[in-house]
């Protein structure tokens, strides 16, 4: 369909946010719904980026699959394996996926299955690991690799048992409009998501046939995970985000993902196109001893949040966030998202922040916008440390660059015809 303004075009793809209606159906071996992971193939976070470039915190994450999936006994097998160039990488985003931080993915991780009820589409999210030494940071050591079979063979199953005793599924969109009113920006905050969520399992992990250590297992896992419901938000952001973008017109930002190399957009008018520039390390706070300087470039596909209007562009939702994230206080977070509605062409009402008058969170990152103001959408994000296997060092913010929202602009007005 052809829209007689560009307005018009985003107005017609932002009706497809509010109207999105993503849930929760099932937890499955990722290998049974992306077919491209039959085989020695790998999911990382970012645009397309090649094996010798990711940075060491990624590389650490694709040791630690290879490791998970057996195609090697030792990190020398398996960085020997990956040198050679025998695994095969894609990004998370071009199989309807999305990863946090290096975002790696491999065939039998289980992932969170979630469909948009109003367009039918899917997207795909693995399970969140819990804090301390994990995959999405670049750790692989035997506790992480164990860790993940525990996931494969009794959290994703138990999960499945569970969502599969319920009728509809879970209504995802339920839940991030109760837990935004209870403090969470769903990026670095999702404690009242995941017990949210936590709520909505119990019962029926109570009727579930498993063995009865496991069942103990399984709820403390998620009572002690505070940041579990990133992943569902996540995977939630994409399929409806992904819904949107079937308009196939406007200059609504349909995505925002970084690998460590680069920092990659998509706008609805240009489809599957990557707009890039090169990535930002965040600015925020660290753990005692560590500093900017052990800090990786930003990575992971954890952004996609904030192209749907919450994290850092609902810092407002969260004031106990700001000062975890580097942030300032309330007075701080009230601008930030004042800031963002300068960039966004409206608000979501289907999820009212208390702390701002019940206004909705903001709608729809128009890269012309970005570009005219000069203000950038706002990142909360965690902070990994450069070397593999050392972990999370910190949380703060970033911004990506504006050089990729300049050459999505450029580019769809090419393709009106405009001059430049």
């Known amino acids: 369909m052809n829209y007689k303004t560009i307005d018009e075009a985003n107005q017609a793809v932002i009706d497809k946010i509010v109207a999105g209606s993503p849930f929760l159906l099932d937890v499955v071996p990722a290998k049974t719904v992306i077919e491209e992971l039959n085989g020695k193939v790998l999911l990382?976070?970012?645009?397309?980026?090649k094996?010798?470039?990711?940075?060491?915190?990624?590389?650490?994450?694709?040791?630690?699959?290879?490791?998970?999936?057996?195609?090697?006994?030792?990190?020398?097998?398996?960085?020997?394996?990956?040198?050679?160039?025998?695994?095969?990488?894609?990004?998370?985003?071009?199989?309807?996926?999305?990863?946090?931080?290096?975002?790696?993915?491999?065939?039998?991780?289980?992932?969170?299955?979630?469909?948009?009820?109003?367009?039918?589409?899917?997207?795909?999210?693995?399970?969140?690991?819990?804090?301390?030494?994990?995959?999405?940071?670049?750790?692989?050591?035997?506790?992480?690799?164990?860790?993940?079979?525990?996931?494969?063979?009794?959290?994703?199953?138990?999960?499945?048992?569970?969502?599969?005793?319920?009728?509809?599924?879970?209504?995802?969109n339920v839940i991030i409009a109760k837990s935004i009113a209870m403090g969470d920006e769903f990026h670095q905050r999702n404690i009242a998501a995941s017990l949210n969520f936590l709520k909505e399992v119990v019962p029926y992990m109570s009727e579930i046939d498993m063995n009865e250590k496991d069942r103990q297992d399984v709820l403390v896992f998620l009572a002690d995970t505070d940041q579990f419901f990133l992943n569902p938000m996540m995977a939630a952001a994409k399929v409806v985000m992904d819904g949107a973008r079937m308009i196939e017109e406007g200059t609504i930002v349909t995505a925002m993902t970084r690998n460590g190399e680069n920092f990659g957009i998509r706008i609805s008018g240009m489809g599957d196109e990557w707009f890039t520039g090169p990535v930002n390390t965040p600015k925020g706070l660290y753990f005692s001893g560590f500093s900017e300087d052990d800090a990786n470039p930003d990575i992971g596909d954890s952004s996609i949040t904030e192209t749907f209007g919450v994290g850092g562009m609902a810092m407002v939702a969260a004031p106990a966030v700001t000062r975890f994230v580097g942030t300032g206080g309330f007075g701080d977070a009230l601008k930030t998202s004042n800031d963002m509605m300068e960039i966004t062409v409206g608000h979501n009402t289907n999820?009212?922040?208390?702390?701002?008058?019940?206004?909705?969170?903001?709608?729809?990152?128009?890269?012309?916008?970005?570009?005219?103001?000069?203000?950038?959408?706002?990142i909360n994000t965690g902070i990994a440390n450069k070397v593999a296997g050392r972990g999370q060092i910190g949380a703060g913010t970033v911004n990506p660059p504006i050089e990729a929202f300049e050459k999505a602009v450029t580019a769809y007005a090419k393709k009106l015809g405009m001059e430049i």
């Open 44 to 49: 990382h976070a970012g645009p397309p980026i």
């Open 351 to 378: 999820f009212p922040i208390p702390t701002w008058d019940f206004k909705g969170i903001v709608l729809g990152i128009d890269a012309r916008k970005v570009v005219s103001t000069g203000i950038l959408p706002v």
């Open 51 to 172: 094996y010798e470039n990711m940075t060491d915190p990624m590389k650490g994450s694709c040791v630690g699959a290879s490791l998970f999936e057996e195609w090697a006994t030792t990190e020398e097998e398996a960085r020997a394996m990956l040198d050679r160039g025998e695994v095969s990488f894609i990004p998370c985003h071009h199989v309807d996926a999305v990863g946090p931080m290096g975002g790696i993915t491999s065939g039998n991780m289980p992932v969170l299955v979630v469909e948009n009820r109003t367009d039918g589409n899917r997207a795909y999210c693995t399970l969140n690991e819990g804090i301390g030494a994990v995959l999405r940071f670049g750790a692989y050591n035997e506790e992480v690799v164990t860790r993940l079979r525990w996931m494969r063979d009794i959290l994703g199953p138990a999960l499945s048992k569970v969502l599969n005793k319920m009728d509809e599924g879970m209504n995802l």
